[in-house]
T-cell receptor
Framework: DTGVSQDPRHKITKRGQNVTFRCDPI?????LYWYRQTLGQGPEFLTY????????KSRLLSDRFSAERPKGSFSTLEIQRTEQGDSAMYLC??????????????FGEGSWLTVV | AQTVTQSQPEMSVQEAETVTLSCTYD???????LFWYKQPPSRQMILVIR??????QNATENRFSVNFQKAAKSFSLKISDSQLGDTAMYFC????????????????FGTGTRLQVTL
């Protein structure tokens, strides 16, 4: 059973460029989450999907950020017109959320973004 | 909104000793879950232990156990017989149970405690 995989693992981009990250969740998981983590801080929630529906978006997710999960499997997170403040690790996670039970979330290794 | 507070930015423990990491949270929810995650220097977040708020019994996983005090909104992690491989950032996290969907939702994390296990 493979875990959550993210690609690319590292990305260096110039300010103003667009970047896209991909996440492949654990097979059969219906929930997919995106978090952002800066050095020395805990992960901050960005958004999550149940199957293909985006159920919640954080106020941290500005208009330059867009996430999709078109077929309820993999997801992409795109950042347009990157700024230096976008430099962070972007974590993807997935879970099998069932009614009336808990929801254990499993994380990928993250995608590091450096905006220069 | 829920908040999670970890008041110990860094801790150190000698190998084979016991250490306790503190976590408090603030919520008006009655149904929720609490987690401890470990993030080693390789950076992948790994689940250590989980506690359902409706369970009075404290969760245990091998050398890891929690002290869950619901009224005090406290959720500490005890690591017994510490090993060098326990060196990592430890994050406490909260997840509410959404009444509208009948499922649990997203994680809210604390700022973490950096644990160093020494010889």
């Amino acid at each position: 059973d493979t875990g959550v995989s993210q690609d690319p693992r590292h990305k260096i981009t110039k300010r103003g460029q667009n970047v896209t990250f991909r996440c492949d969740p654990i097979s059969e998981h219906n929930r997919l989450y995106w978090y952002r983590q800066t050095l020395g801080q805990g992960p901050e929630f960005l958004t999550y999907f149940q199957n293909e529906a985006q159920l919640e978006k954080s106020r941290l997710l500005s208009d330059r950020f867009s996430a999709e999960r078109p077929k309820g499997s993999f997801s992409t997170l795109e950042i347009q017109r990157t700024e230096q403040g976008d430099s962070a690790m972007y974590l993807c996670a997935s879970s099998l959320a069932l009614r009336w039970t808990g929801n254990t979330i499993y994380f990928g290794e993250g995608s590091w973004l450096t905006v220069v | 909104a829920q908040t999670v507070t970890q008041s110990q930015p860094e801790m150190s423990v000698q190998e084979a000793e016991t250490v306790t990491l503190s976590c408090t949270y603030d919520t008006s929810e009655n149904n929720y879950y609490l987690f401890w995650y470990k993030q080693p220097p390789s950076r992948q977040m790994i689940l250590v232990i989980r506690q359902e708020a409706y369970k009075q019994q404290n969760a245990t996983e091998n050398r890891f156990s929690v002290n869950f005090q619901k009224a005090a909104k406290s959720f500490s992690l005890k690591i017994s017989d510490s090993q060098l491989g326990d060196t990592a950032m430890y994050f406490c996290a909260f997840m509410k149970h959404a009444a509208d969907t009948g499922t649990a939702s997203k994680l809210t994390f604390g700022t973490g405690t950096r644990l160093q296990v020494t010889l």
